[in-house]
């Protein structure tokens, strides 16, 4: 039993990590990986906590490398998509002069899973899913991501710059 759970440790480490697609796919830069995995890791817990969705999460890198969080520009939770343009909103008005990357993270369901919206400075976005399944206990385990390129819409525009 206790290898069982060592095994199942390790594997909820690993997938909470890995985010490089394979065979000269798009790849996520070092600093959208430490914005995934913030992201996702806050998932985690919510979704163990709670048992349901957590909506939307965002999150931004400072230049000096420090890791915080996006307040939606509303109080009462929305639905995902709501929420997540309300992050998208308090990016580009408040947080885009102080972010050198921004992620946000949207619940969908258990079966569509998490899609994170990640953007540099630079102008490059990335689309991630990250299915994800609940385990004995409420654990949340969350499978291999897919990545795609997508359209900058937070900090390329001017971000408040």
């Known amino acids: 039993m206790r ?13 909470a990590f890995p985010s490089h697609a394979e065979n000269g796919q798009v790849r996520l830069t070092p600093e959208m990986e430490r914005i995934q995995h913030g ?3 806050r998932a985690s817990l919510l979704l163990e906590r709670y048992g349901t969705t957590f909506y939307a999460l965002g999150l931004y890198l400072t230049p000096d490398g420090e890791l915080r969080e996006v307040v939606p520009r509303i109080s ?3 639905e995902p998509a709501l929420m997540a343009d309300s992050l998208r909103s308090a990016v580009r008005e408040f947080y ?9 993270a949207v619940d969908f369901s ?23 399944k609940f385990e ?11 990545i ?6 937070m900090l390329s525009d001017g971000g408040g710059r």
């Not at 885009?96 to 946000?104: C, E, L, R, W």
């Not at 258990?110 to 299915?131: F, N």
């Not at 654990?139 to 991501?145: E, G, W």
């Open 136 to 146: 004995q206990r409420g654990t949340v385990i969350f499978l291999a991501p897919e």
């Open 39 to 41: 992201l996702v890791k």
């Open 3 to 15: 290898i069982v759970a060592i095994l199942a440790a390790a594997f909820i480490a690993a997938s």
């Open 148 to 153: 795609s390129s997508c359209e900058p819409s």
């Open 110 to 132: 258990e079966k569509e899973g998490v899609q994170i919206e990640l953007e540099d400075l630079s102008g490059r976005c990335r689309l991630v899913r990250r299915p994800y």
């Open 96 to 104: 885009g002069s102080k972010a050198s990357v921004v992620g946000i």
């Open 76 to 78: 009462a939770p929305l």
